[in-house]
């Protein structure tokens, strides 16, 4: 699946040919899209699908320098990482590159102590809505209505707003991109690499293997998330929200594709009863008015 982004085709490529990643991966189209928009990346990245699609040493597929860490120390090791190079004064772009879980539940201790120092970190998370890597566990960001393993009779909870506890850190830049908007996520990644400061890039990236998809139709499933107002596009620089153009006109019930044309394309979705799909319809609107209330 290529993307096609003028200055992406200058760039070397992040991702080389026969990694591990399965067709239709929405990872790796986030993984190539914002990597390459970077100045010398150094990538930090936690155990996920990530550090497996890499494949094995050393027919490593990863044409930047990587290191893979633990969960519990992403963004500490990318702090020591920055200062380091920041100290020996070498122009770098030190990285987290993390999983759903590895944000919104297993390293948010490690990325909210680096969010607090203000440390000189992109920290990317590409959403795919679950645990993929260890066979589709529910995440904190697992929408309500979802199957998952742990969750047969699909998520009772609703999904975390990880953008919401991000902003209370008061960091310079945080947005959300898809990539279903290629173009869109590349200017927000060029842009965040310009300002000093952590700065976090949550992204959808549909995932059909665990989310029982069609992989062909994985970056149709990035605009409908955002046409159905399930994912709305922003920015928040110095702690002042902006709907992205493309997006913001979903802020509007009435503008919106219906989330049903979204949930019918995933069979996950398949344990969803009315009275859920009201609640869910719910958490959408209640999303909105809660970034609206950040501008
Ligand atoms: C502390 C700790 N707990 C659990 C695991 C097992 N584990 C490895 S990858 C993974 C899932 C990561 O999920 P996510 O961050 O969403 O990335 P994805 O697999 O979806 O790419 C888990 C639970 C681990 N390696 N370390
Ligand atoms: S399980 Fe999902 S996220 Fe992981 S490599 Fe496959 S498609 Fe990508």
Same mark, same amino acid.
């Given at each position: ?22 067709a239709g991966?929405?990872? &790796?189209?986030a993984?190539?899209?914002? =990597?390459?928009?970077?100045? @010398?990346?150094?990538?930090?990245? #936690?155990a996920?699908?990530?550090?497996? =699609?890499q494949?094995?040493? #050393? ?19 990318? *702090? ?20 759903? /879980? ?9 990325? &909210?102590?680096?969010? $607090? ?14 645990y &993929? ?11 309500? %209505? ?7 009779? /699909?998520?009772?909870?609703k ?7 991000? !902003?209370a850190?008061?960091?310079?830049? =945080?947005?959300? !991109?898809?990539?279903g908007?290629? @173009?869109? +996520? ?5 842009k965040? &690499?310009?300002? $000093? ?12 293997? %665990?989310?029982? *998809?069609d ?5 149709? +499933? ?10 709305? +596009? ?5 702690g002042?929200l ?5 997006? /913001? @006109? ?6 919106r ?17 009315? $009275? ?10 209640h $999303? ?5 209330? +950040?501008?």
């Open positions: 699946m290529n993307v096609k982004i003028p200055e992406m085709m200058d760039r070397p490529e992040v991702l080389l040919r026969g990694n591990f990643a399965c991966c929405g990872l &790796s189209i993984y190539k899209t914002a =990597i390459s928009a970077l100045n @010398r990346p150094i990538v930090v990245i #936690p996920c699908c990530s550090s497996v =699609i494949s094995l040493h #050393p027919n490593v597929t990863y044409n930047v320098p990587t290191l893979n860490i633990a969960f519990a120390a992403h963004a500490s090791a990318a *702090s020591g990482i920055a200062r380091a190079k920041k100290m020996r004064g070498e122009d770098t772009t030190t990285v987290v590159w993390s999983g759903d /879980g590895g944000t919104f539940d297993i390293g948010i201790a490690t990325w &909210s102590g680096a969010a $607090e120092r203000n440390e000189n970190i992109i920290h990317f998370c590409y959403d795919n809505n679950f &993929s890597n260890t066979g589709a566990q529910r995440s904190g960001a697992t929408p309500r %209505g979802a199957v998952t393993t742990t969750t047969p009779g /699909g998520k009772k909870e999904r975390k707003s990880i953008t919401r506890i991000m !902003a850190h008061d960091i310079p830049y =945080i947005a959300t !991109a898809s990539i908007y290629p @173009r869109d +996520l590349y200017t927000k990644v060029k965040a &690499s310009l300002i $000093e400061g952590y700065r976090f890039i949550l992204i959808d990236a549909p995932c059909p293997t %665990g989310w029982n *998809s992989p062909a139709i994985t970056p149709e +499933l990035g605009e409908l998330a955002v046409k159905t107002g399930y994912f709305p +596009l922003f920015e928040i620089e110095d002042k902006t709907f992205t153009k493309r997006g /913001g @006109r979903y802020r509007d019930p009435e503008n594709v219906p989330i049903e044309e979204y949930l019918n394309k995933q069979k996950r979705f398949k344990a969803m009863t009315p $009275e859920l799909l009201s609640v869910v319809k719910e958490d959408i609107q $999303e909105w008015d809660q970034l609206a209330k +950040l501008e």
